[in-house]
């Protein structure tokens, strides 16, 4: 109860413009703390993206391309992705709710809310989306260099690519799944704002039934 009366106290009426501002500023001011709470977990997430993404990308080469391998694995790897990143945001949400003292409830809305929600998801995803994107430019790159390696295979050519390029695909993909965790991670702290907001109305609400 105590701690409850604690957040309640630290939480005020918040525009969505404001919680999603107001998130990320938190986020920013707490990241040492958040990053010695949640690092383990941005590891195991970032070595787990590395290695199923250089097994999809081996196995995009060595399968030809009228096999269901090659059909079905960008729909297999999309929902290991969203898996992945789903087990993420659960984990990290408990340590950062048991360890920085931050408790996550994105979900726990009223349907009243939905609308505010909603669009801060909207908004929320395109900065995420933004941010991941630049860090996988490298990867990017490498992905688009060995699929033309591949192409020119098929075709006879020598593929012209070092031995050790699968070993620097494994790293700069599992460097930029280390990076990608902590900008998933800050998409919780918005809600965390919104969720004190619809907690406040809740609150006034019932005040005012009285």
């Known amino acids: 109860m105590d701690k409850e009366t604690n957040e309640l106290s630290q939480w ?6 404001a919680c999603i501002r107001d998130g990320y500023r938190l986020y920013v001011g707490k990241f040492r703390k958040i990053f010695r709470t949640t690092w383990l977990a941005a590891v195991v997430y970032a070595l787990f993206s590395g290695i199923t993404t250089c097994l999809a990308t081996s196995l995009s080469s060595f399968s030809s391309h009228t096999s269901l391998i090659s059909q079905y694995l960008p729909l297999i790897m999309v929902v290991i992705n969203t898996l992945a990143i789903l087990t993420l945001m659960a984990v990290g949400g408990y340590l950062l709710k048991k360890r920085a003292g931050v408790s996550m409830k994105p ?3 009223p349907i009243r809310y939905w609308g505010g929600a909603i669009l801060v998801l909207l908004m929320v995803a395109f900065v995420t989306m933004s941010l ?3 860090t996988e430019l490298p990867a990017i790159v490498l992905l688009a260099a060995g699929m033309v390696s591949q192409a020119g295979a098929f075709q006879g050519d020598p593929t012209g690519m070092p031995d050790y390029m699968v070993w620097t695909n494994l790293v700069v993909f599992t460097l930029a799944g280390f990076i990608q965790a902590f900008i998933l991670l800050s998409t919780l702290f918005p809600f965390y704002y919104l969720y004190g907001s619809a907690r406040i109305q809740e609150k006034e609400r019932t005040q005012i039934s009285f």
């Not at 005020?12 to 413009?17: D, E």
């Open 107 to 109: 979900f726990a809305f």
């Open 12 to 17: 005020k009426l918040r525009s969505v413009g």
């Open 132 to 134: 991941i994107l630049i």
